[in-house]
């Protein structure tokens, strides 16, 4: 038996897609199985029940909008031979659309009841004090800067499990997709950070981040049965979860440069100028001020989606951001380096 520790923010991303219903799944075969079993912080509902209604919002809103840019490319390059049949089979999937939003509702009301029937870790004050003694040594989760005490928490409550349980008669699993907070910096991100090594010391403690390979690593042979009956694999991502994600990185570019000029206004680099005080020749160093009022409720809508946290990253960070935005737009026709935002 593996009890397996799976952080929010896993939860909150297999809400968002039909690959994540598949994912989640394989976990209850596992569970079924009894392979596994689930270990979750106090701390989850609280931060879950925060974030549900927003995925269940954006897996409707975003799709919608990258759907029309498909249907815009369609219209521009398709071939005219199938140009009017294929916009028409996009008309009929475009209004199937909505559905995308009761799905994601469907998926988020499975895991609830499945978090119902976990092992629930009790935040105590010994673990809050040793999350807040994180943040004074500036050790990960806190080697950003941010606040990351909800991290720390989260970490320290799967620490404390494993101190309890020592020595362990079954192996344990940490499962996130916070690599900023939690993997190793400018290195392999299934990896722990270097602050993190003694929690992830020995076979019995494995860090992961992915949940497919999580359960592959506890059991392949049942994953490859599942997908054989299920016709299912971890191939290629379809069309929509690439955009949903083109469309995430583009607008954290675009939060990213905005500060940039943020600061360079507050330096007095830039200038805010009235419209009829533009001119061409001084437009790099100067920026209506309308323009700019309008970039600043943009931001702050940014930062409501995303959280504030989530956009305070390195310079390291904020290029793999700007690379992976490359790598989806060339995937999807783009010529390489195409940043535009």
Not at 82 to 90: A, P, R
Not at 285 to 311: C, F, M, R
Request: proline share 2%; aromatic share 10%; with cysteine.
């Amino acid at each position: 038996m593996v009890k397996i520790f799976i952080d929010t923010c896993v939860w909150l991303d297999i809400a968002k897609t039909s690959k994540g219903e598949q994912t989640l799944n394989l976990l209850l075969s596992f569970i079924d199985e009894e392979e596994v079993s689930l270990i979750l912080p106090e701390i989850f509902f609280s931060e879950f029940e925060r974030n549900k209604d927003r995925v269940i919002a954006d897996a409707g809103k975003s799709l919608s909008s990258q759907f029309k840019k498909v249907k815009e490319m369609v219209s521009r390059h398709g071939s005219d031979s199938i140009k009017t049949d294929l916009l028409s089979h996009l008309d009929d999937i475009d209004k199937k659309i909505p559905t995308m939003s009761g799905a994601a509702f469907n998926t988020i009301a499975r895991i609830e009841q499945l978090a119902r029937h976990a092992e629930v870790i009790t935040v105590t004050d010994e673990i809050k004090l040793r999350a807040t003694q994180r943040a004074i040594e500036k050790k990960a989760p806190f080697h950003l800067s941010k606040n990351s005490i909800g991290d720390a928490i989260i970490i320290e409550c799967y620490n404390d499990y494993k101190a309890r349980n020592s020595p362990q008669e079954f192996g344990l699993i940490f499962v996130t997709h916070n690599v900023s907070d939690f993997s190793l910096k400018n290195g392999n991100q299934k990896q722990p950070h270097e602050d993190l090594i003694d929690i992830f010391d020995s076979p019995n403690s494995q860090y992961f981040i992915s949940l497919p390979e999580a359960l592959n690593s506890i059991n392949p042979n049942l994953v490859e049965e599942i997908q054989y009956e299920n016709d299912w694999d971890f191939g290629f991502r379809n069309l929509s979860e690439v955009l949903y994600a083109q469309n995430e990185l583009e607008q954290k570019v675009w939060y990213n440069r905005h500060k940039n000029r943020e600061y360079l206004i507050k330096k007095g680099k830039i200038k805010l100028i009235n419209r009829e005080d533009f001119k061409i020749a001084s437009s790099q160093l100067t920026i209506i001020k309308d323009i700019w009022e309008g970039a600043l409720a943009s931001a702050k809508k940014v930062e409501e989606q995303y959280g504030v946290e989530n956009l305070t990253l390195t310079d390291f960070e904020w290029g793999m951001i700007n690379g992976k935005l490359s790598a989806l737009r060339w995937v999807l026709g783009d010529e390489w380096d195409n940043l535009d935002t």
